[in-house]
């Protein structure tokens, strides 16, 4: 088997696993649309509102009392800056979907302050997604989506939703906010699909 010297791989960050298009930082950039919703954990509730209209809720207890994980994730944000080994911990969404019936392929995830974004159904189910509440072993800070964010890290960092409060299924597509601005409907950044037609 060659040697292959040092010099050919490159620097170390050049290593890790970056889609195509994006750099790595370090530190957390915070984008947000619209100004930081202040929600307490009382007020805090989360629901899945089916098609045909039934509501599945959960207080933010209630949510801290059903199994969490810990995953540690790599992010893609559009805006081309990736970050390595971010450690979180949150239920799966596979959990809060345990006892919803209900056949739709598409889901609209929801915000306090008015946030909407759009992915297939399939793409928060089977260790996929997860409602985060923290990140880095503290309190997830409100820049960042606390007290709670989605999180999909397969797909662009937009489809995270910060200060997520529900999640609507849908039996069709329907643009989010970024969605209805020209950002792909669906954001792999392993395909680099940043906007409609890519
Ligand atoms: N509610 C809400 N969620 C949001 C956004 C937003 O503006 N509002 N911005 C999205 C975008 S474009 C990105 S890149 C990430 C940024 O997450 P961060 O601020 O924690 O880095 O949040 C996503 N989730
Ligand atoms: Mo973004």
């Not at 098609?51 to 199994?67: F, I, K, Q, T, V």
């Not at 949150?90 to 759009?118: I, K, R």
Request: aromatic share 14%.
């Amino acid at each position: 088997m060659a040697v292959i010297s040092r010099g050919f791989h490159g620097r170390r960050s050049e290593r890790r696993d970056l889609p195509p298009g994006q750099y790595e930082v370090h530190d957390f950039p915070v984008l947000s649309a619209g100004p930081t919703p202040r929600v307490t954990r009382e007020d805090w509730e989360f629901t899945i509102t089916t098609a045909a209209g039934a509501r599945h809720r959960w207080s933010w207890d209630e949510l801290l009392a059903l199994p969490s994980e810990t995953p540690t994730v790599d992010l893609h944000c559009v805006t081309k800056w990736s970050k390595f080994g971010t450690r979180w911990q949150g239920v799966s969404l596979d959990t809060l979907f345990e006892d919803v019936e209900d056949d739709s392929e598409y889901a609209m995830a929801q915000s306090y302050g008015g946030y909407t974004t759009d992915l297939p159904l399939e793409d928060l189910l089977d260790g996929k997604a997860w409602i985060a509440y923290s990140y880095d072993n503290g309190d997830l800070p409100a820049e960042h989506g606390g007290p709670a964010r989605l999180l999909v890290p397969h797909l662009y960092l937009w489809k995270s939703a910060k200060w997520v409060n529900g999640i609507r299924l849908m039996d069709h597509d329907e643009p989010g906010f970024w969605e209805g601005l020209g950002y792909h409907e669906y954001g792999d950044p392993w395909r680099e699909q940043r906007y409609q037609g890519d």
